[in-house]
């Protein structure tokens, strides 16, 4: 649907445009559908732009004539030819991926995040933050399934493989309930640290009270302890 012999998306007809977005709306239904047309068509340039980039990897450490061969599974060969041809292998598209490579190796820190800009994880670190900031009570796997869509049982964005959603759930309770029983906590705390604190303080009066009523004896002087030493010898 999505065509290949174009250099960018930009370069794609408005008439092709249309009928990916015909083929949407006649899949999907919502009452506000074509509010969210620029966003879908948005998100449709993303994958395009995806797939096209996982293209271009088929002809690493290839020959042309193998490159030429080897057709990717589900792409025209009229199509790929153009693609290798016409845009791989044009000057435009080599200057721009020579200096896409000089920049990563410029990059202080290494770059974890495979094919996906560092401007999009910008934008989705900036979506994650207003997205708290504007519902507190949210856990961490609801903020990541606004996000980023519904999680799939063995990995979670944000927690890796091997764990399902249901582990980091952990039930119905939610953050806001979560913060509601520390606060419940704290106050209990302080309460009974005010308690220990007037106990402590009657102790106190209590143990003065009794060193007046009941004075130590006093000690004997130390010529007398002398004598009575001197006897006892």
């Known amino acids: 649907m999505c065509p290949l012999r174009v250099h960018s998306w930009m370069d794609i007809e408005e008439h092709k445009i249309e009928h ?28 395009w732009n995806n797939w096209r980039g996982s293209l271009h990897k088929n002809m690493k450490s290839k020959s042309l004539h193998e490159v030429l061969k080897d057709v990717p599974i589900g792409v025209d060969k009229s199509d790929w030819e153009w693609l290798v041809k016409e845009h791989f292998l044009s000057d435009k598209f080599k200057k721009s991926s020579t200096r896409n490579t000089i920049n990563r190796s410029k990059l202080c820190m290494p770059h974890r995040t495979g094919s996906k800009p560092i401007r999009e994880i910008i934008y989705e670190l900036a979506e994650i933050q207003e997205l708290v900031q504007s519902e507190p009570s949210l856990t961490n ?65 209590l143990e003065s009270i009794v060193v007046r009523q009941h004075p130590s004896p006093p000690s004997p002087p130390p010529d007398e302890e002398c004598d009575e030493e001197c006897d006892e010898d």
């Open 20 to 47: 990916m977005w015909a083929a949407v709306t006649e899949k999907f239904d919502c009452d506000n559908m074509n509010d969210q047309r620029d966003n879908v068509l948005q998100h449709m340039r993303k994958l």
């Open 141 to 205: 796997i609801e903020v990541v399934e606004r996000c980023f869509g519904p999680q799939c049982k063995s990995h979670a964005v944000g927690f890796g493989g091997g764990i399902t959603t249901k582990e980091l759930k952990g039930g119905s309770t939610s953050k806001a309930v979560l913060l509601e029983e520390l606060k419940t906590t704290r106050k209990e705390k302080e309460s009974l640290q005010k308690r220990i604190d007037i106990l402590e303080s009657k102790y106190d009066r």
